[in-house]
């Protein structure tokens, strides 16, 4: 078997980050949505056997919270079947499956960090879909690895960083939720997570992944408008107005309190995990030299 890994979900942030940061000697095959379907079963058997890789990495995902409230069947064939599908072929084609998960597994009641043995309890069809989907890997593929995360944001895609620097660039003022906890990950450092788990085969079942620290949706939006004047990438101060959730109504719950404990994860990684704001000020330099190119 060539020393080959396919990426689903190219596209998105936590793809492009993937690609971006893959092993120099490693034969990284980029699939984006146009390239595979992963609810199509024959379609995911299909392409394992073509290109029988050693690893795949499944960044694909139906990530439209609200939108999947109305559209549950369309989360569940992606976040349900999708990884059930992956699985079973990894599993016949005898390839190893690290699977990305979500903190939206959690109902937000804790007031300490999860662990990857805590009882989940999703609150909205997203939560549901994705566990679902957990559920599925484990059951077909004990030996693959789940990576939880929450709250990404990078360079590439639509994320909380990105639209603020907009909103910020445009208003003079914002109302960003207060009473909603977690912690900000940027994409590259899961990324690398991701690929030094790859390196460790021995390695199986849930992790943690996300930067350390925690903070608010407000604090994260104060901390974008510092970052981002000191960078160059806002020219004025915005005046930012915190709010409870309650103001801010969405069609999907989301956890009040969902920060992962990734105690477990820097001691079979081998890593160290990065405070949120040295990875937002490290996003931001990306994202200006990227905007310079």
Partial sequence: ?????????????????????????LECLQLYRADLDIGDERAVRACLAQHKPHLVINAAAYTAVDLAESEPEQAQRINARGPANLATACK????????VST?????????????????????GEYGRSKLAGEQAVQSILPAALIMRTGWVYSSFGSNFVK??????SEREELSVVADQR????????????????????????VYHWSDEGE????????????EGLESGLLQRTVKIKPIPATQYPTPAQRPTYS??????????????G???RTQLQNMLRDFKELENV
């Fill in 259 to 272: 920060v992962l404990d990734k105690t477990e994860s820097w001691r079979d990684l081998e890593l160290q």
């Fill in 182 to 205: 977690g912690t900000p990950t940027w994409a590259n450092g899961l990324a690398k997570a991701l690929w030094s788990a790859a390196a460790k085969e021995q390695l199986s079942g």
């Fill in 1 to 25: 078997m060539q020393n080959k890994a396919i990426i689903t979900g190219a596209g998105g942030q936590l793809g492009q980050e993937l690609i971006r940061t893959a092993p120099g000697d």
């Fill in 274 to 276: 990065v405070h949120w």
């Fill in 92 to 99: 016949e084609a005898g390839t190893r499956l690290l699977h």
């Fill in 215 to 226: 903070c608010s949706w407000y604090d994260f939006a104060l901390a974008i408008a510092q």
């Fill in 163 to 168: 639209t603020m620097l907009q909103l910020m």
């Fill in 103 to 123: 903190d939206f597994v959690f109902d937000g009641e804790s007031s300490t960090p999860y662990t990857p043995q805590t009882p989940t309890a999703p609150l």
